[in-house]
């Protein structure tokens, strides 16, 4: 993944190897440094994760949170994961909870993984969307390693602390690697994706009202609140 920070840097965090393993460092390109910039390698993330997302904290300077994904957990298994980390540079943040970094720094940010904020579903593949000033609706992924079974649930997390609120809705068949955009601070639009069929929708998602377009050659467009 790479995310563009409020600094103007850009944080490169995780991804696969080509022998198919994960990658557990994270780099920051500095652009404005040099004639080509310069990429400087940040403390590892507490796990190897490939087909994660990260957001960034709007409200938060140089903060950003690192969702999903799969790699090897904690217990020492491999498949997806559940655990959310935080990438910072504050240097009030105090130890790293990895890499065993004093404390982070403008320069070499850490992440650290806050206690009790895990996905009630883990899933790779999945889609995560600000849709206001401070809730991320994670949607979509794939529940298993071998990608056989789709994570249905939708979740939302909310706030600087980043509170996980499960039971937001459901997706009856699933879908991965979609393609979802925030629309306002009420609506999210999916479209496309990878799963068993068109996705149905069900569950009521709060204050979010749902777009979904079937993956077919003529997409249709249904709505439901």
């Not at 696969?16 to 500095?30: K, L």
Request: glycine share 14%; net charge negative; hydrophobic share 35%.
């Amino acid at each position: 993944t790479a995310t563009l920070l409020e600094d103007g840097t850009v944080l490169i965090a995780g991804g696969m190897r080509p022998d198919g393993s994960e990658h557990q460092s994270a780099w920051r390109f500095f652009p404005r440094r040099g004639g080509s910039g310069q990429l400087l390698q940040q403390g590892p993330m507490c796990r190897p994760r490939a087909f994660h997302t990260v957001s960034k904290l709007p409200d938060l300077f140089n903060m950003a949170a690192v969702i999903g994904g799969k790699g090897t957990r904690g217990d020492g298994s491999h498949g997806p994961h559940a655990e959310i980390e935080i990438f910072t540079t504050n240097p009030n943040q105090g130890q790293c909870s990895c890499g065993g970094l004093a404390a982070p720094s403008a320069e070499v940010g850490c992440f650290v993984h806050p206690r009790d904020r895990e996905l009630s579903e883990p899933r790779w593949g999945h889609k995560t969307v600000l849709v206001d000033s401070d809730r991320y609706v994670v949607v979509g992924g794939y529940a298993s390693e071998s990608g056989d079974q789709m994570a249905t649930s939708v979740e939302m997390l909310i706030g600087e602390t980043l509170s996980v609120a499960s039971g937001v809705g459901t997706i009856t068949d699933g879908r991965a690697a979609a393609a979802i955009a925030g629309i306002g601070e009420d609506a999210i639009l999916v479209a496309g994706g990878c799963g068993a069929g068109p996705a149905n929708p069900s569950g009521d998602l709060k204050d979010i009202r749902t777009l979904w377009a079937c993956p077919s050659a003529s997409p249709t467009l249904t709505a439901t609140k």
